[in-house]
């Protein structure tokens, strides 16, 4: 099978890797149908990150399930699937607790796309990704969905929603301000915050073009931090910083984390 290698700064070569298969009866082999270019795999493409090829790269997809193992239940080939970037078991303390970027049963921060972080687990832009622990990994894709518009729920749009979400379950109704800047998650958050229900949403961001989007959204955008002081007194605006970011030292996948 072809996969998409990252060489090094400026550089991608698709590359023939041995083809995918089944290795444990929890696998499941799924055709990548639609592959997001994460915020991180730009950063990397531009050289402003320590990781060094050559690596297949890709971690946001949804796909089609090919085959399954035996002990796979829930799911059969033709069945459309958002696969989450990061490798968990659903079955040890930690999955069960919701947080299964910190699966006990792989080696810490195991994930699709960043071999020399993550692992030997291959990446999204290839024919074939396998996908261990499928019954648990495995979110199904619901009918009438686009996969091309929901690629990256794999990662960015859960990071979008875990800013936003948790916070706004215990404030119904809240105001929220997100500060942009950079990448796709602070609009992922803004359009979270108006989907759960937040009174109103400020965006922050010097840059013009996701200012457009954020507002496109029905977001509040300024383009001055300063702007924000009468509707967001600092004290209000830290403590609810750390309501969002809490004790969540770990990042989960969409099945653990998103809302339903």
């Known amino acids: 099978m072809r996969t998409l290698v990252f060489l090094e700064a400026g550089r991608l070569e698709w590359q023939e890797a041995p083809d995918a298969a089944i290795e444990t009866a929890d696998d499941a082999l799924v055709r990548p149908l639609a592959v997001a270019a994460c915020d991180l795999d730009v950063a990397l493409l531009r050289g402003l990150t320590p990781f060094q090829g050559p690596f297949p790269i890709g971690h946001e997809f949804v796909g089609e399930v090919v085959a399954v193992g035996g002990a796979v239940t829930g799911f059969a080939p033709g ?31 195991s994930m699709y796309g960043f071999e020399p972080l993550g692992g ?9 990704v ?31 929603w875990r800013a936003v979400g ?26 979270c915050a108006l989907a759960a229900g937040a009174a109103r949403v400020d965006y922050v961001d010097p840059n ?17 931090p300063s702007a924000t002081r009468e509707t967001y007194p600092s004290r209000w605006t830290a403590a609810m910083i750390h309501a969002a970011s809490g004790a969540r030292s770990s990042r989960s996948s969409p099945k653990a984390s998103a809302p339903a």
């Open 79 to 109: 069945d459309r699937v958002i696969v989450p970037f990061q490798i968990g078991c659903g079955l040890c303390a930690c999955c069960r607790s919701g947080r299964t970027g910190s699966c006990q049963t792989v080696p810490p921060v």
């Open 120 to 128: 030997r687990w291959g990446g999204a832009l290839a024919d074939l």
């Open 130 to 160: 396998r996908v261990p622990f499928a019954a648990h990994m495995l979110v199904r894709l619901p009918a009438g969905l686009d996969p091309a518009t929901v690629a990256s729920i794999s990662d960015n749009v859960a990071d979008g």
């Open 166 to 191: 948790p916070p706004l379950a215990e404030y119904p109704g809240a105001r929220v301000l997100v500060l942009g800047g950079i990448g796709s998650v602070p609009l992922y958050a803004v359009a």
């Open 208 to 224: 013009k073009d996701r200012g457009a989007v954020a507002a496109a959204l029905g977001a509040q955008v300024s383009t001055r």
